[in-house]
C-alpha cells in the first residue's frame, strides 16, 4: 500500500502554530503549560491552544499535544485534571510515553487518538503491538531505529497502527532522549521536561588525585565538545522514508523560532509533493530543497541511525554553534494601505535589503521603505525586540509571510 505521509511540525506558541499552517503543516504538534518535554518552550495556555486548534481545523490541519513525561506519584493528580480540560477543546492526539498517563486518557478522554511518544523507547514491533492493543493509534519510533529495522516493523504491525519517525531536527546523545547529565548538574530533569542541553557544553577530564588540574578532551585533535551531535536531515531520502511505510514525518524543534519552522516546512512540504508528483520532478529540485534547508539554523547535518549506527562523523566536536545564514525579523501580522503589521524579532533600518519568504517557495527581495512605530512616528530604524511595527516595504507583503535579512 502506498502511503501518503503526513508531515508533522512543532510548534512553541500560537504565533509559530500559525506559521507552521500556513506554510504547509498536516498536522502540528504543541504543548501545554505543563506535563510536556519541553518545559522551558513558551508553551500553550488553554485559551491560546484553544484558538490555535481552532485556526488548524479551519485551515484542514491536525494538532497533536504533548503529555509525554515521564510520571512521578505527585503529577498523576494534575495529569488527571488536564486531560479534562483537553477533553473540552479536542485536539486531534496526544502525545504519551508514560503507561499510568496512557491509561488516565483512556478513562477521561477515550474519543482522543493516543500516540506513543519516542520517550518510551519504541524500537521493535513487539511493542508496538502492545500499544496497539492498549489503544494507542500511533507509535513514535525510537531516533535509534534504521530504515531497515522499520521496514520490516511495518510488515509485523497492523496496518491500521501507525509509524510516526523523526526525520529532521536535533538529535540526543542519551537513548532516546534519556538523558542524566542536566539532571546531574542543574537539578533540572530532562525526563520531566527541563533539558538543560548539557551535551552542547565544552568538557575537560580533571584526574582524580589532581583536582584543579582541567586537561582538555580531544578527539582525533578535533576539539572537545564530545557529546554533540549533527542535525538529522533527510530531504535527500524522501522515497526510502516512503518505502519503509512511515505514516507521519516528524520534525524536531518546540524550541524553534517561527522562522525555523516556516522553512522546513515549507521545503519538506514541496518535497514530499513533488515526489509523489513525480520522482523525477523530486531529484531535479533536489537543489532548491538543500539550499532552502541551510537557510535555517542547523548544527551541520547527518543522517543518524537510518542507514546503519552513527560514527565519528556525526558529531561535531570543535564548536557547539549553529550555522546561520538568515535573521528573523518578523511574520505579517496583518497588511493595510501598503502598511505591513509586525512585532519585530530583530533589529533592521530604512533603506536595508531584506526578504519577504512566502508558503509558496518564492523569496522575494524588497527594500524597507518607512518604519512607523506604536504611535506612528517615523523611525530610522527598529532596534527594540517585540516592538510592534508598521513598515512599508517596496513590495506589500501577505499576512503570514516571514521578513528575514541574510547575514
Known sequence: MKRHPELLIPASSLEVLKTAVVF????????????????KAKNF?????????????????????????????????????????????????????????????????????????????????????????QGASRVVSAREMSLEEIRELRGHIPADLEIETFIHGAMC?????RCLLSSYFTGRDANRGACTHPCRWKYAVVEETRPG?????????????????KDLCMIEHIPELIDAGIDSFKIEGRM?????????????????????????????????YLDQI????????????????????????????????????????????????LTQKNKFSVGETIEIMK?????VEV??????????????????????????LSETPDQYDILRRSE
Open 45 to 133: 495556555s488553554m485559551e491560546d491552544m484553544r484558538e490555535g486548534i481552532s485556526f488548524a481545523h479551519g485551515h484542514g490541519v491536525r494538532v497533536y499535544v504533548t503529555a509525554n513525561i515521564l510520571a512521578h506519584n505527585e503529577d498523576l493528580p494534575g495529569v488527571r485534571e488536564y486531560f479534562r480540560e483537553l477533553k473540552e477543546i479536542r485536539p486531534d492526539a496526544l502525545i504519551i510515553a508514560d503507561p499510568g498517563v496512557f491509561d488516565i486518557a483512556k478513562e477521561i478522554c477515550p474519543e482522543i487518538d493516543r500516540h506513543i511518544s519516542t520517550q518510551a523507547n519504541n524500537t521493535n514491533y513487539g511493542t508496538y503491538n502492545f500499544w496497539h492493543r
Open 256 to 288: 524553534k523560532t517561527a522562522l525555523y519552522v516556516a522553512t522546513v516546512a515549507r521545503t519538506y512540504r514541496r518535497a514530499i509533493d513533488d515526489y509523489q508528483k513525480d520522482p523525477a520532478l523530486y531529484q531535479k529540485n533536489m537543489p532548491w
Open 367 to 392: 527594500v524597507v521603505r518607512r518604519i512607523l512605530g506604536e504611535e506612528g512616528e517615523e523611525q530610522e530604524s527598529a532596534p527594540h525586540s517585540r516592538q510592534i511595527l508598521q513598515v512599508e
Open 294 to 341: 541551510s537557510n535555517c539554523t542547523y548544527r551541520q547535518f547527518t543522517t543518524g541511525f537510518f542507514f546503519g549506527k552513527p560514527d565519528e562523523n556525526t558529531q561535531i566536536y570543535d564548536s557547539n554553534t549553529y550555522n546561520k545564514e538568515y535573521t528573523y525579523l518578523g511574520i505579517v501580522e496583518e497588511t493595510k494601505e501598503g502598511l505591513c503589521r
Open 213 to 229: 588540574e582541567y586537561m582538555p578532551v580531544y578527539e582525533n585533535e578535533r576539539g572537545t565538545y564530545i557529546f554533540n551531535s
Open 359 to 363: 508558503p509558496d517557495g518564492r523569496n
Open 173 to 177: 546523545i542519551s537513548y532516546s532522549g
Open 24 to 39: 504547509g503543516a498536516d498536522a502540528v504538534y504543541i504543548g501545554g503549560e505543563a506535563f510536556g518535554l519541553r518545559a
